[in-house]
């Protein structure tokens, strides 16, 4: 199965091209490692209801940073598993399902959902995704991916606050001298749900687990 890893910078159309960008440097070849696209895949789907779409059972679509399909994902109770050369097995698996509108709702429902991405091809890497769903009069689609790169050490990678309807993602931050295996920060990105979307509204720098352990501080 084929699995897109790069650190390298990318200049992206999205969402939040004109959106506050990390002012800390990073290592060279390495570069903000977020994306936040809009998509527009439909599902075949028979629910009138969002809150009853079988979002762990489904096969989900993961999108490329050009917004076109990269991985199928055929979930079982919330993950998928598979093999790699070498035996060892990668794992997508659903952290959350959370409602952005209410169960009264009239017109369009939505719906984000929250999955890590652990991969062993070509050393082990884990990245975050957030998908929303749209449901209006039986037509579910997928209508905007955001993705971030995990694997650093903290306690959250990211965090979502149901009653504000914030998301802040936290992804990895390389400093001059960092080894892959040991990221010292993270960009820490804060998104509000306007109705229809996740809108970045900051982005700041911060040393990571690893970074405060070891004494590190942030470049200017």
């Not at 994902?73 to 998928?80: A, E, P, R, S």
């Not at 650093?152 to 979502?160: I, V």
């Amino acid at each position: 199965m084929p699995r897109r890893f790069t650190c390298i910078a990318l200049f992206v159309l999205s969402l939040s091209l004109f959106a506050q960008a990390p002012t800390v440097p990073y290592a060279q070849f390495f570069g903000p490692d977020f994306d936040n696209i809009r998509v527009d895949h439909a599902y075949l789907n028979r629910d009138l209801l969002i809150r009853k779409v079988n979002f762990r059972n489904m096969r989900l679509i993961v999108f490329d940073q050009s917004g076109n399909t990269d991985t199928v994902l055929q979930l079982k109770d919330g993950v998928h598993k598979w093999k790699e050369k070498g035996g060892e097995a990668d794992e997508a698996k659903i952290e959350e399902v959370d409602y952005l509108t209410p169960a009264d709702a009239t017109g369009a429902e939505y719906a984000v959902v929250l999955l890590h991405w652990r991969s062993v091809a070509g050393g082990a890497d884990t990245d975050g995704y957030a998908q929303v769903f749209r449901l209006t009069d039986h037509d579910l689609r997928v209508t905007q991916q955001l993705r971030w790169n995990e694997q650093f050490e903290t306690k959250d990678k990211y965090t979502f606050d149901a009653a504000t309807k914030t998301l802040i993602a936290r992804s990895a931050h390389y400093l001059p001298g960092d080894a892959h295996c040991c990221i010292s920060a993270m960009d820490v990105y804060t998104l509000q749900w306007n109705g229809s979307a996740f809108v970045q509204k900051a982005v700041t720098t911060e040393l990571s687990d690893y970074g405060k352990k070891e004494g590190k501080q942030l470049p200017h």
